[in-house]
């Protein structure tokens, strides 16, 4: 089956302690991105990757940092967790399509609390 | 700066009513605009738009581009209460990465 996969669902934890939210795509997309969902602001984008080894800075990226060693693994580290990147993360993978644009496949989510 | 606006922001409406969900943008080098639904968890997938006037639908909903007046809508005739959720509009402007606008939250109440 077709899917995105995010791990943990859900987090508690602490501020500053080191995290690591790992998201895996079986589809073979070149492209995979992160986004946070926050009431009233809709979906933002942190970070994307067009393919291995290349990432680049979306709309909101302080504080997170990502890495793609691999096409089908685009894990989101935040060093130094603060609370207020207490929010609901989202991956997506989709193909490049220049042309028309493409549909991207979300991943099940990870709700993250920092105390 | 490209911009991607929904109205309205919330909505709520009795079953069998049929609403109507807007989504304007103002972006450069506009490839798509894709409709998705947001239940509890991750968005799903509704409808893909790529040229003006050519209606998508499937079952109650269905959707249109005007890439004239540069938006697009979202039908829902005889809304259930399943179809309660955050629909949410993106437009495609590089062939791969989506911007989104900050979605519409509708309930339908029985």
């Known amino acids: 089956e077709a899917q995105v996969t995010q791990n943990p669902r859900y987090l508690i934890t602490v501020t500053g302690k080191k995290l690591t939210v790992t998201c895996s795509q079986n589809?073979?997309?070149?492209?995979m991105s992160w986004y946070r969902q926050d009431p009233g602001l809709g979906l933002r984008q942190i970070y994307y990757s067009m393919n291995v080894e290349v990432t680049d800075k979306g709309d909101v990226p302080e504080g997170y940092k990502v890495s793609r060693k691999e096409k089908r693994n685009f894990p989101l580290i935040l060093e130094s967790p603060s609370p207020n990147q207490t929010s609901l993360y989202f991956c997506a993978s989709s193909l490049v399509r220049y042309a028309s644009g493409t549909e991207a496949f979300f991943g099940q989510g990870t709700r993250l609390t920092v105390v | 700066e490209d911009k991607v606006v929904q109205s309205p922001l919330s909505l709520v409406v009795h079953e069998g009513d049929t609403v109507t969900l807007n989504c304007s943008y103002e972006v450069t080098n506009f490839r798509s605009l894709l409709w998705y639904k947001q239940e509890k968890k991750a968005p799903t997938f509704l409808f893909m738009l790529t040229s003006s006037g050519i209606e998508k639908k499937s079952g109650r909903l269905s959707s249109i581009l005007d890439k004239k007046e540069l938006f697009s809508i979202l039908n829902i005739t005889a809304t259930q209460t399943g179809d309660s959720a955050i629909y949410l509009c993106?437009?495609?402007?590089?062939?791969?990465?989506?911007?989104f606008g900050k979605g519409t939250s509708l309930l339908v109440t029985p």
């Open positions: 993106a437009v495609s402007v590089s062939g791969y990465a989506l911007n």
């Open positions: 589809m073979n997309h070149e492209y």
